[in-house]
């Protein structure tokens, strides 16, 4: 229905509006705000750092909210990993305009829980080990969903699954990269950028829909299925470029190795 896209939307717009001058002065004011994960992850030419740092400072209200609440990080880990499943139920059942704001609350409560940890004192290397393991069952659901819908058109379907792909190889490569010492890039498509884009073009779906597909009572949703492919496309070139980029520095590392022993 395109109320449950356009109500939220018109909703989130005004605040961004809203808030964009407020953040603008504080910019201005105070300076060019750093915070830690923005600087670790870096921006890329589709989300840029100063992108992402309105988007955390957006997201500090609700964080202190959570805090005042007193709800551990812990928690607010799996209230949004239940998010996301509920909007993989949505999708799966063709509420794309539903789903995809779950989609996009998922994942505004997965920034959400790193704010929170710090505010409470509560950073631990347990807290990140089971967000980054929540990420991926999050990221699962949310393609089985669409699994589900499409699984009767073959490039819809494929979409899905280049998309899945991209997106584990991604995760996957950075995670294996850091466990054997070496910086992967930041490339493109990470997790923040993909569910940004899958949420807002399963959100969206419904409204391009109703004009490109009156009265299909199962729609494709091609908005969803081009964002799709293109999150697929990028995603798996970004895994690319890391694979070789890592798998050089493991070379040249051993061949360091290798000349600090003979000598």
Not at 125 to 146: K, M, P, Q, S
Request: glycine share 10%; with cysteine.
């Amino acid at each position: 229905m395109l109320h449950t896209s356009i109500v939220p939307l018109v909703a989130l717009f005004s605040l961004f509006v809203i808030g964009l001058p407020i953040f603008a002065h504080s910019y201005n004011r105070r300076g060019k705000p750093k915070t830690e994960r923005i600087q670790r992850a870096g921006g890329s030419f589709l989300l840029n750092t100063w992108l992402m740092e309105y988007g955390y400072w957006f997201m500090n209200v609700p964080a202190r909210g959570f805090v005042w609440l007193g709800f551990s990080p812990d928690v607010v880990t799996l209230i949004g990993l239940a998010v996301i499943l509920g909007g993989s139920v949505s999708t799966g059942c063709g509420m794309f305009g539903l789903g995809g704001w779950f989609l996009v609350i998922g994942s505004m409560l997965d920034a959400m829980d790193g704010m929170v940890a710090r505010a409470q004192g509560k950073s631990s290397d347990a807290g990140e080990f089971l967000d980054a393991v929540v990420d991926r069952y999050a990221e699962v659901f949310t393609y089985i969903g669409f699994i589900y819908y499409m699984d009767e058109v073959w490039w819809s379907l494929g979409a899905v699954l280049a998309a899945l792909l991209g997106s584990l190889m991604v995760s996957y490569v950075r995670a294996k990269a850091e466990a054997l010492g070496v910086d992967a890039p930041s490339g493109i498509m990470r997790r923040h950028e993909r569910a940004l884009y899958i949420g807002v073009g399963t959100a969206m779906a419904p409204v391009v829909a109703h004009f490109t597909e009156p009265g299909n009572t199962h729609p494709y949703y091609y908005l969803t299925v081009a964002t799709l492919w293109l999150v697929g496309a990028l995603a798996n070139y970004s895994a690319f470029r890391s694979i070789v980029f890592v798998r050089r520095a493991l070379i040249e590392k051993r061949k360091a190795e290798r000349a600090t022993q003979a000598a």
